[in-house]
């Protein structure tokens, strides 16, 4: 339930950072996104949203805050960080996901 978490976040920074005014198009999301800035900003704050009263719901109040600002900054760090490389395709993301969830459940 918490990379599941962690993931909505990373969706919502990603789309709103794709969105930045500097931006240059690569194509498939890129040119969707750019071509829809307030849509794509929408869609990026509700999943905030979302994540953010999924933590308070998991932790209560002031931990599922908590929770959700130090995963912002956390999520915020891996995508700049790792963007430029551009090791971010739907197949490397769904990858960690899904170890990052086979490892939630196991241990």
């Known amino acids: 339930m918490i ?11 990603y789309l709103w950072q794709i969105t930045a005014s500097k931006r240059q198009p690569m194509g498939g999301l890129w040119t969707y996104a750019l071509a829809n800035k307030s849509q794509t900003r929408l869609i990026g704050a509700s999943l905030l949203l979302v994540a953010c009263v999924s933590f308070v719901f998991q932790w209560g109040l002031a931990s599922g805050i908590f929770a959700f600002f130090v995963g912002l900054m956390a999520v915020g760090c891996l995508s700049v960080v790792i963007e430029p490389f551009n090791y971010l395709r739907i197949q490397s993301v769904a990858a960690i996901y899904g170890c990052c969830v086979l490892l939630e459940i196991i241990l």
């Open 3 to 13: 990379t599941t978490l962690y993931f909505i976040q990373f969706i919502a920074f």
